[in-house]
């Protein structure tokens, strides 16, 4: 078990909060499998109704930890059967409702899992980023069928292939946010949607959620399809230069890897 990752349960909403926060919440394979964890027992677990998933102020998440990519190879990355591809599944087939409460940085993983999360609050300085590319990765998370089809293929382009940031209102504008709240609101705000959630008939709420994502062997079918890529990707000398200059604090110069 890790430290980094808290659940608590209240009122029917089980709470998991990411909590590395020295390290921007980058996500390590404990904190996956913990996450896994606190979500499989939740749906077996009558007394939970919906997940709040949520980070430390300033930080939601950093995504994957990059020193698991280069200390594990591909068993830090998303290797079928691997820890971030369990919970990809775990968050994709979830039956209960969740819930997303982000402030601060959300790249990666941590804007991707929200494409999967069914209600997504974000603060005005939240910041998104879907990188891959940049490292020398191909987009995960099924973000490449996902994106396109709620902004477009161009706007799926920017955000995929150039890799550059976006704030929380332009979030907003893509559709991947339900509201931008201010930070001493967030928590308040999560919670409130989720005590409005506990107090609809169960049934037909899941019945509805499963409707809403009738398409999930699509969306299983296309992260598998990107893991394989991404594998590929893991073992590249492009992926080699743009972790060791994120680690050396240096600019990533790819002319070397051509
Ligand atoms: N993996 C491992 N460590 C990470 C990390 C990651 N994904 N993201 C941040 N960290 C670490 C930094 O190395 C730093 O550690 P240190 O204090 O021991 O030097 C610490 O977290 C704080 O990060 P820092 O870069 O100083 O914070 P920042 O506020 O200036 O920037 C980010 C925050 C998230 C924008 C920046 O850290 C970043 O770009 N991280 C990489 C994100 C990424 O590429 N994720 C993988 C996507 S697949």
Redesign the pocket.
Known sequence: MTDTIAVTDRDGTRLIRMDRP???N?LTLDMYRAMIAAIRSGEQDDSVLNYILCGAPG?FS??????DFLAHGTAGGSTVGSPVLEFLDTILRATKPLIAAVDG?A???GTTMLMHCDFVYATPGS?F?L??V??G?VPEAASSLILPRRVGHQKAAEILLLGEPFDAAAALGYGMVNAVVEPDALMDHALGVARKLAAKPQGALRRSKALLKADVEVVAARIAQEAEVFNECLRSAELREAVAA??EQRPPDFSRCR
């Not at 950093?62 to 020193?67: F, H, Q, T, Y």
């Open positions: 020295q390290k921007k980058a930080a950093a995504g994957n930890d990059l020193n940085v790249v990666g993983i910041r980023q990188p891959f940049n490292l990765l994120f680690m």
